[in-house]
């Protein structure tokens, strides 16, 4: 079959700085993947083309691309899939990510950030035994996050590391969590606090499940987010704009079946926290002028019962 590559080029070595959009044109069997197609294009057209993949078999994660805008294995990813109409078909390099060279990135960033939360066992004792046995269940609880294979593709679309790159990032939150929830592992408390507390740390994360998304081995890396917050508040590491916003938001849909946003700022960074609070002015000045000001008596919306007994029910 004919496939229409876009791919984005970038060369180090090119004085004027900037990266280009080249096309190839190429025949491949239809049952190629998008390595197969770039493998081809280095071989028979452009041996120039500079790309990364070891296994081609979604093991290693070396192959991370994005692919139509969005990042996934190439090895992994079929021409008819993205192109089931003869579409072109664009690659780039991953996001949030320097690039090296054409479709290579460098994942230094992507280890840092793991390397943050101490991606390693840390016991406070070895059992006479000398082997510490864990139970099954407490195992397969850690299987989707042990399938990991540091691939970098939640990180390349994550859309809070686009615009503040001190987050920590899905990946290495979610190898935080697998160990957190690791029977064997002493530092609970101490990793939990570390990510509570630190600024780029679970509160960061935004909920655009993209990680999601994109994630080729199913870790689900915003559930595990979403799992080490509920952790760190049952623990009783409260004392945090996220725990304090989370709690807000519980209590206002709770009580009148939506969010009171006015006094929403207040319950998450308190009362007398005037260094915050003042930084909204404008926001509340420029909804004032569009007329979206939240309304001064908070009202409960109609039907509101039926939401207080989802509650309930949640609760209980
Ligand atoms: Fe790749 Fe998924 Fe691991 Fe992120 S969590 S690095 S997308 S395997
Ligand atoms: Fe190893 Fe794609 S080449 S995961």
């Not at 790159?165 to 606090?193: H, T, Y």
């Amino acid at each position: 079959m004919n496939v229409n590559l876009k791919v984005k080029r970038f060369d180090p070595a090119d004085s004027t700085g900037g990266s280009w959009w080249q096309e190839y044109n190429i025949d491949i069997h239809q049952d190629s993947t998008v390595l197969d197609a770039l493998i081809h294009v280095r071989e028979y057209e452009d041996t120039s083309l500079a790309l990364r993949c070891a296994c081609r078999a979604s093991i290693c994660g070396s192959c991370g691309m994005k692919v139509n805008g969005s990042a996934k294995l190439v090895c992994k990813t079929r021409i008819v899939g993205v192109s089931p109409n003869g579409e072109q078909i664009t690659v780039e390099p991953m996001g949030n990510q320097p690039v090296i060279k054409d479709l290579v990135v460098s994942l230094d960033t992507f280890f840092n950030q793991v390397k943050r939360v101490e991606p390693y066992m840390q016991p406070d004792f070895i059992p006479d035994s000398g082997e510490y046995i864990a139970s099954n269940e407490s195992m397969e609880n850690l299987l989707t996050a042990m399938n990991c294979i540091m691939c970098g593709c939640c990180v390349s679309d994550c859309t809070v590391l686009e615009v503040d790159d001190n987050f920590i990032g899905p990946a290495a939150l979610a190898k935080a969590w697998r160990f957190v929830d690791d029977p064997r592992d002493s530092k609970k408390k101490d990793r939990l606090k570390d990510l509570n507390y630190e600024d780029g740390g679970i509160w960061d994360c935004t909920r655009c499940m993209q990680c999601v998304e994109v994630c080729p081995k199913g870790v689900n890396p915003m559930e595990r987010i979403m799992e080490l917050r509920d952790q760190a508040i049952e623990i009783g590491f409260t004392n945090t704009n996220g725990a304090r916003h989370a709690e807000a938001v519980y209590g206002d849909v709770g009580h009148s079946g939506w969010l009171d946003e006015l006094r929403l700022p207040i319950k998450t960074f308190g009362m007398f926290n005037f260094k915050e609070l003042i930084k909204l002015i404008p926001i509340g000045i420029k909804s004032q002028l569009v007329g979206k000001r939240p309304p001064i008596f908070h009202k409960s919306i109609p039907g509101v019962e039926n939401i207080r007994k989802i509650f309930e029910r949640y609760k209980n």
